[in-house]
């Protein structure tokens, strides 16, 4: 059976941190973002190479928003069920909204909170768009698998993984 994490949090909260030192611990695991699905189909529609598409994102960056447009006109689904239907265990590190978090849930996701306090993130990066749907949909959501705190410095969140990477191993116990 597929086994699914999905990652939730605000901008500069340490998914893709979190995501990594996850990817480290369990290693059958791919890291998929939501917007990579479209990037990987777009590299095969077009003989490139995914990391083809990351090193030149603005060269193609109209062309993948055609494209996940035409996705998700074919069903609201769609990129989530490119994800879904890939024969690999997968940590999805990008999950912002309530109707991605219930198609991942519905597949037995185990689902992660990384959670931050504004001045730590603000110290990682400039906030935009704080008051985005993108950014507030899963505030109050609490059926969280699991929450974490990544307010301090990189090596907090590495001890503060441990009971996280026994609780996954645990979840996904057959």
């Not at 400039?126 to 410095?153: C, P, Q, R």
Request: proline share 2%.
């Amino acid at each position: 059976m597929k086994k699914i994490i999905v990652i939730s949090g605000k901008q500069y909260s340490g998914k893709d941190t979190l995501a990594k030192l996850l990817l480290n611990e369990f290693e059958s695991f791919k890291r998929i973002g939501i917007g990579d699905a479209i990037k990987l189909m777009y590299a095969k529609n077009n003989s490139l190479t995914f990391d083809e598409i990351e090193n030149n994102k603005s060269k193609f960056r109209t062309d993948l928003i055609r494209l996940g447009d035409w996705g998700r006109k074919q069903n609201p689904d769609f990129w989530l069920n490119e994800i879904l239907n890939m024969n690999t265990d997968i940590i999805v590190p990008d999950l912002r909204l309530e109707h991605e978090l219930d198609v991942f849930k519905a597949n037995n996701a185990f689902m992660i909170r990384v959670e931050a306090a504004l001045d730590a993130r603000k110290a990682r990066g400039i906030i935009t768009n704080e008051n985005d749907l993108t950014e507030t949909a899963l505030d109050n959501y609490d059926g969280w698998n699991y929450k974490i705190d990544n307010s301090f410095d990189f090596e907090t969140l590495k001890n503060n993984a441990a009971p996280l990477i026994a609780a996954i191993k645990g979840y996904f116990v057959p």
